[in-house]
């Protein structure tokens, strides 16, 4: 399987790499023909950036460079089994009549993206992105008594190339090749009381995959009047095992936006965002204990999440070309391998700068 995977990763760089020779042999005027009476696709306006959750969602004109800062805040309560929400209490032995000694009752992820973006040519816009992590899960002891745990770090490093499809009037589309290397810890330890020591802490509260993972994909957007409206899908393939014995489930997941523009500075978005991710593959033997955080195949789950945003692009005065947006959102659905903590919301803040 692995082996599959680490073939197609080569076969899209080949395509990558293929596009970039045609590339520099195809005229400007082919790759973007103007449509008739269409106003052609404006990276200018405030809605040319997506709501500031989607990622890789813009290119940039040949020479830009951009650099940005997303500070993401998630609160996942409560638990789920499948589409239902349960109670933490009753998923424990003592108190109720699951199997488990320990459970977590919620969880907080505040996170900090560092990333930048270089284009050298108009069809390529190289882009990286750091993440530093906070983590912290509360939880609840069969015995009635409760613990929290917390990790931080830097996390998994992402680098890659956004490729031009094609340039049509008012739309356009690129692919979206990415990888991400495992600089993010998988050996965080905590203090858990009813272990009485320092112990590996469970798969959540890792702070990385520890396996080299290819997220390739692709983003459609449109133009027209004060509206905008956008498409991304995305997929996440964990390449190998990692130095623990096991791989994060694979992923795929699709966005789709609209906007409006209600001034030259200022747009409004909203976004629909699917996720389906699989339960992990292997098993770190050092993560073990009677909490289904602890347990490879309790990690599964599917999401639809509603996002409202807004975005700000400065016109004028000493932050002019400055961008700000902000977006939160909440699931209308999800489905989990629970128990498990399901998301119930979250907030994104960012700064954009191009050069
Ligand atoms: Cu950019």
């Given at each position: 399987m692995k082996s599959l995977q680490f073939t197609l990763v080569i076969t899209l760089f080949t395509a990558l790499f293929a596009t970039l020779q045609a590339d520099s042999t195809v005229p400007k005027e082919i790759v973007s023909e103007p449509h008739g009476s269409t106003i052609p696709w404006d990276a200018n306006r405030v809605d040319s950036h997506a709501p500031i959750g989607v990622m890789g969602d813009h290119t940039h004109h040949t020479g830009e460079i951009m650099l940005s800062h997303r500070f993401m805040y998630m609160d996942m309560r409560p638990n789920y089994v499948g589409s239902n929400k349960v109670s933490a209490s009753s998923q424990l032995s003592m108190q109720g009549s699951?199997?488990?000694?320990?459970?977590?009752?919620?969880?907080?992820?505040?996170?900090?993206?560092?990333?930048?973006?270089?284009?050298?040519?108009?069809?390529?816009?190289?882009?990286?992105?750091?993440?530093?992590?906070?983590?912290?899960?509360?939880?609840?002891?069969?015995?009635?008594?409760?613990?929290?745990?917390?990790?931080?770090?830097?996390?998994?490093?992402?680098?890659?190339?956004?490729?031009?499809?094609?340039?049509?009037?008012?739309?356009?589309?690129?692919?979206?090749?990415?990888?991400?290397?495992?600089?993010?810890?998988?050996?965080?330890?905590?203090?858990?009381?009813?272990?009485?020591?320092?112990?590996?802490?469970?798969?959540?509260?890792?702070?990385?995959?520890?396996?080299?993972?290819?997220?390739?994909?692709?983003?459609?957007?449109?133009?027209?009047?004060?509206?905008?409206?956008?498409?991304?899908?995305?997929?996440?393939?964990?390449?190998?095992?990692?130095?623990?014995?096991?791989?994060?489930?694979?992923?795929?997941?699709?966005?789709?936006?609209?906007?409006?523009?209600l001034s030259d500075a200022i747009s409004t978005s909203l976004r629909l965002s699917a996720n389906i991710w699989g339960d992990i593959e292997g098993r770190d033997p050092m993560i073990m204990g009677p909490v289904p955080t602890s347990d490879p195949n309790n990690q599964a789950g599917e999401r639809i999440d509603v996002f409202a945003g807004l975005n700000y692009h400065c016109q004028n005065g000493f932050f002019k070309g400055h961008r700000l947006a902000i977006e939160a959102g909440t699931p209308i659905y999800q489905d989990l391998n629970g128990p498990r903590l399901g998301m119930d919301w979250m907030v994104i803040v960012g700064w954009q700068k191009a050069f």
């Open positions: 699951g199997p488990f000694q320990i459970m977590p009752t919620n969880m907080q992820t505040q996170m900090h993206m560092f990333g930048t973006m270089y284009a050298p040519t108009n069809r390529l816009t190289l882009m990286a992105m750091i993440p530093v992590i906070d983590k912290q899960m509360d939880h609840i002891v069969a015995n009635g008594t409760t613990f929290s745990t917390a990790t931080n770090g830097i996390g998994d490093f992402k680098f890659g190339g956004l490729v031009g499809l094609f340039e049509k009037g008012n739309t356009r589309a690129h692919l979206n090749l990415i990888m991400s290397a495992p600089t993010g810890s998988i050996e965080e330890t905590g203090f858990v009381p009813p272990a009485a020591g320092t112990i590996r802490l469970p798969y959540p509260m890792q702070l990385g995959s520890g396996t080299w993972d290819f997220k390739p994909g692709i983003t459609w957007l449109g133009q027209g009047g004060n509206l905008s409206w956008g498409a991304q899908l995305r997929s996440t393939i964990r390449i190998n095992d990692n130095g623990a014995g096991y791989s994060l489930g694979d992923e795929v997941g699709a966005d789709i936006w609209g906007a409006f523009r």
